[in-house]
T-cell receptor, first 116, second 114 residues
Framework: DADVTQTPRNRITKTGKRIMLECSQT?????MYWYRQDPGLGLRLIYY???????NKGEISDGYSVSRQAQAKFSLSLESAIPNQTALYFC???????????????FGPGTRLTVL | GESVGLHLPTLSVQEGDNSIINCAYS??????FIWYKQESGKGPQFIID?????DKRQGQRVTVLLNKTVKHLSLQIAATQPGDSAVYFC?????????????FGIGTKLQVIP
């Protein structure tokens, strides 16, 4: 979806290196998310942000950090990459949604990260 | 994107046939459900949604059925086409601390045989 872009699309790095994955969106959404996807597992939430000043940990935040530089930008950092962080990483955005209302998330194309 | 399909249940259907993809969800408090389609090398895309106060919803060539009694969701694709080949997964959402917590299923890989 061109409305949500991720860079880089592919990255190979070594254990111990610091890596930053970037996400930008033009949908004007306040809410942004970072997920990882592993074979045989559903998408798992790493961090989410409801606005520039609101950052929250997801279910698997250990080893990751995030920065919400602007409404349109949300970056994910691996401070010291390890091999089990090898995965597909997706950024997503959504509009504000009250409980019971539509809560569609719009996903970027993903970043394939390999940690050797 | 190919690695997404590893270890997933796979459904193979003949072009033109109907496809039924199933999903069991876990939380009886979930009140909103979405089906996503993920093509190789791409991010998931919304297909259709349904609220817990409904048991059926139809879109273009797709129908979602919800059975809350057994916590089961299905996606039916009519007249399956080669372009429907992808991984399909359901997502359940429920209120949690002021926002909608989303849990994604692992997905089913749909292979359309020309």
């Amino acid at each position: 979806d061109a409305d949500v872009t991720q860079t880089p699309r592919n990255r190979i790095t070594k254990t111990g290196k610091r890596i930053m994955l970037e996400c930008s969106q033009t949908k004007g959404h306040d809410r942004m998310y970072w997920y990882r996807q592993d074979p045989g597992l559903g998408l798992r939430l790493i961090y989410y942000s409801f606005d520039v000043k609101d950052i929250n940990k997801g279910e698997i935040s250990d080893g990751y950090s995030v920065s919400r530089q602007a409404q349109a930008k949300f970056s994910l950092s691996l401070e010291s990459a390890i091999p089990n962080q090898t995965a597909l990483y997706f950024c997503a955005t959504s509009d504000f949604g009250l409980a019971g209302e539509k809560n569609e998330q719009f996903f970027g194309p993903g970043t394939r990260l390999t940690v050797l | 994107g190919e690695s997404v399909g590893l270890h997933l249940p796979t459904l193979s259907v003949q072009e033109g046939d109907n496809s039924i993809i199933n999903c069991a969800y876990s939380n009886s408090a979930s009140d909103y459900f979405i089906w996503y389609k993920q093509e190789s090398g791409k991010g998931p895309q919304f297909i259709i949604d349904i609220r817990s106060n409904m048991d059926k919803r139809q879109g273009q060539r797709v129908t979602v059925l919800l059975n809350k009694t057994v916590k089961h969701l299905s996606l039916q694709i009519a007249a399956t086409q080669p372009g429907d080949s992808a991984v399909y997964f359901c997502a359940e959402t429920r209120p949690s601390g002021g926002y909608q917590k989303v849990t994604f299923g692992i997905g089913t890989k749909l292979q359309v045989i020309p």
